[in-house]
Structure formats: structure tokens, C-alpha cells
């Protein structure tokens, strides 16, 4: 298990500014939720498993490819279910992530679930209730849009020059998206834990394959698959999408696709929230998706 107290005197200087009782939070979740690791398909697959909570919810990792980085979140939401929160393996298409997805909770003695995917995550659960409908019983989308296909055109164009980049230089251009989680909340213990959290899983943790099937994914999923609202048109299950109005991930224009691609979905807009509503506006963001889970 990661530990903030690092050998590595590099990541230890990385936690250098955060306040002692956030660092005991970090901790504390560690020691009680340690990393697990299982074998599928002659594959490690690292993953969070709550193991209490009668209904499972299932929180695949943001963008960082880690699902510790959303500690918080797994934290709130380990109260009322049982969290599953898997790394990405570095698998490069969405069929065989899925698979694993779905081998992974048969091995827990998990059939329906709740899923739930804030940023990058939000893509993967579009597609993941897309392929196991019958699996999914509710749906939480956060912090994004419908899947890109422009993005991951410019991304396609882009992954021959990132093959070959130097790995430093690939952190750094990855570590560079995810600046939009800083905001000018000075001070705020969450968020100054947040980002040394994020460096040390982008600079230190995160391997060179990982971030490139992370990419590659994103150019499977808009090449190989369509999207479109009759896909759940009968599917039973219900949906809610959250956003921030200041969020440059999800202008007006995208959150408008969302509503029309998930005509049938809750909508909820936090005035003033970014990209971290899941910080900046915690306490209402947790209220909204534990009222939406309760029903």
C-alpha cells in the first residue's frame, strides 16, 4: 500500500503543504480500505472493495486511470453501499475494460449495481451501461459531456507523436489537464490534498501504458461505437447528470447534448461549480446523488 510518509523524499515533499488532519484522512482510508488485486485473463486488476452496504455501487477511476484519487467520494459513499472502485488496467478498447469490469464483480458475488463516473469516468459508464444494460440499475454522470468524437480525433492524430514521447514529457502533458482542478480556493485543505494526491499518482504511480490506453480508449470509444437516445429508450433503470454552470469541461452547449442524448435523465446544475463540483460545492453535490441513490 502507498504511503504518505514516502521513502521517496520527492513524493513525501509533494505532501509538504498539506495540513497534518487531511493526511490522517488519506491514511486512515488507506489502512481501512486497502488496494485489492485480482487475476482476469492473465491481468492484474487493482481495485477498492467497501465489501459493506447491501447494493453495490460501482465507481470506475477518473482520468488519472486511479480510483483512489476520488478517496473522498469512495469515502461519503461507503456509508450507505458497498463501493467497487477499479484502477484501468492499461487496456486499450472498451470491449475487454467491460469484460473485466463484469468478471471482476461476478467474482465479488455482485449482479445489479449502481454506477457512477464523474470526468473521464463519466465517458466509461455512457458506454458501460450501453454494453451490460441489464447489469446497470441506476446511472450517476458528472462533470462531463456525451462522448467526444472530436476530441478523440485530435487525440488519434496525436497518439503516433505520443508513442514516442518521452515518458517525463508525457506526465507532464497529462498532469497539464488536470490543472482545472486547481481553482482559487486558497487554503482549502481538500482541494491542496486533492492536487498533491493527483501529482503523486501522475508523476509516480501512473505507468506509460496506462496513460496511453487511457487515450487510446477515449479513440475506440467515439471510432467504434455510436451514441444515441433510444440506446436506453427501454432500459428500466434511471439516470441523473450532474454539473458545474463554470465547468469548461461541459459549456452550455454540451450540457444541452447531455440533455438530449439522455432525455429521460435528472438534471442538476451547481452555479459557480468547475470541474471539482465534487469539492467545491461538496456538501450539496453529495446530497443530490445520496437523495437520487435512496429512491
Given at each position: 500500500?502507498?504511503?504518505?510518509?514516502?521513502?521517496?523524499?520527492?513524493?513525501?515533499?509533494?505532501?509538504?503543504?498539506?495540513?497534518?488532519?487531511?493526511?490522517?484522512?488519506?491514511?486512515?482510508?488507506?489502512?481501512?480500505?486497502?488496494?485489492?488485486?485480482?487475476?482476469?485473463?492473465?491481468?492484474?486488476?487493482?481495485?477498492?472493495?467497501?465489501?459493506?452496504?447491501?447494493?453495490?455501487?460501482?465507481?470506475?477511476?477518473?482520468?488519472?486511470?486511479i480510483a483512489e484519487v476520488s478517496f473522498m467520494s469512495l469515502e461519503h459513499f461507503a456509508q450507505q453501499y458497498r463501493v467497487i472502485a477499479p484502477d484501468y488496467p492499461p487496456i486499450d478498447n472498451l470491449k475487454e475494460l467491460f469484460e473485466g469490469f463484469i468478471e471482476l464483480l461476478d467474482r465479488l458475488g455482485v449482479d445489479q449495481f449502481y454506477a457512477m463516473g464523474g470526468s473521464y469516468g463519466g465517458w466509461i459508464v455512457q458506454s458501460l451501461v450501453r454494453h451490460y444494460p441489464e447489469r446497470v440499475r441506476k446511472l450517476v454522470i458528472t462533470a462531463i459531456g456525451?462522448?467526444?468524437?472530436?476530441?478523440?480525433?485530435?487525440?488519434?492524430?496525436?497518439?503516433?507523436?505520443?508513442?514516442?514521447?518521452?515518458?517525463?514529457?508525457?506526465?507532464?502533458?497529462?498532469?497539464?489537464?488536470?490543472?482545472?482542478?486547481?481553482?482559487?480556493?486558497?487554503?482549502?485543505?481538500?482541494?491542496?490534498?486533492?492536487?498533491?494526491?493527483?501529482?503523486?499518482?501522475?508523476?509516480?504511480?501512473?505507468?506509460?501504458?496506462?496513460?496511453?490506453?487511457?487515450?487510446?480508449?477515449?479513440?475506440?470509444?467515439?471510432?467504434?461505437?455510436?451514441?444515441?437516445?433510444?440506446?436506453?429508450?427501454?432500459?428500466?433503470?434511471?439516470?441523473?447528470?450532474?454539473?458545474?454552470?463554470?465547468?469548461?469541461?461541459?459549456?452550455?452547449?454540451?450540457?444541452?447534448?447531455?440533455?438530449?442524448?439522455?432525455?429521460?435523465?435528472?438534471?442538476?446544475?451547481?452555479?459557480?461549480?468547475?470541474?471539482?463540483?465534487?469539492?467545491?460545492?461538496?456538501?450539496?453535490?453529495?446530497?443530490?446523488?445520496?437523495?437520487?441513490?435512496?429512491?
Amino acid at each position: 500500500m502507498q504511503t504518505i510518509t514516502s521513502p521517496n523524499p520527492k513524493i513525501a515533499k509533494l505532501y509538504q503543504d498539506v495540513p497534518e488532519e487531511s493526511l490522517r484522512r488519506l491514511q486512515a482510508f488507506r489502512e481501512r480500505y486497502p488496494y485489492r488485486t485480482i487475476t482476469i485473463k492473465g491481468r492484474q486488476w487493482q481495485f477498492i472493495d467497501t465489501r459493506e452496504g447491501e447494493t453495490a455501487l460501482f465507481i470506475p477511476a477518473g482520468g488519472t486511470t486511479i480510483a483512489e484519487v476520488s478517496f473522498m467520494s469512495l469515502e461519503h459513499f461507503a456509508q450507505q453501499y458497498r463501493v467497487i472502485a477499479p484502477d484501468y488496467p492499461p487496456i486499450d478498447n472498451l470491449k475487454e475494460l467491460f469484460e473485466g469490469f463484469i468478471e471482476l464483480l461476478d467474482r465479488l458475488g455482485v449482479d445489479q449495481f449502481y454506477a457512477m463516473g464523474g470526468s473521464y469516468g463519466g465517458w466509461i459508464v455512457q458506454s458501460l451501461v450501453r454494453h451490460y444494460p441489464e447489469r446497470v440499475r441506476k446511472l450517476v454522470i458528472t462533470a462531463i459531456g456525451p462522448p467526444n468524437s472530436e476530441n478523440s480525433q485530435q487525440i488519434a492524430k496525436l497518439m503516433r507523436w505520443l508513442r514516442i514521447m518521452p515518458t517525463f514529457l508525457l506526465r507532464a502533458l497529462i498532469n497539464r489537464s488536470f490543472v482545472r482542478l486547481v481553482s482559487d480556493r486558497t487554503g482549502d485543505p481538500d482541494l491542496t490534498m486533492l492536487w498533491a494526491l493527483v501529482k503523486e499518482v501522475v508523476f509516480y504511480r501512473v505507468r506509460r501504458e496506462d496513460m496511453l490506453a487511457a487515450l487510446q480508449r477515449l479513440i475506440d470509444q467515439t471510432q467504434n461505437y455510436t451514441f444515441s437516445p433510444d440506446d436506453l429508450k427501454d432500459w428500466p433503470g434511471s439516470i441523473l447528470v450532474v454539473f458545474g454552470s463554470e465547468d469548461p469541461s461541459t459549456p452550455p452547449e454540451k450540457r444541452q447534448a447531455m440533455r438530449r442524448l439522455y432525455p429521460q435523465a435528472e438534471v442538476k446544475v451547481f452555479e459557480g461549480g468547475g470541474h471539482g463540483i465534487a469539492l467545491s460545492h461538496q456538501q450539496e453535490y453529495f446530497a443530490a446523488i445520496d437523495e437520487f441513490l435512496a429512491r
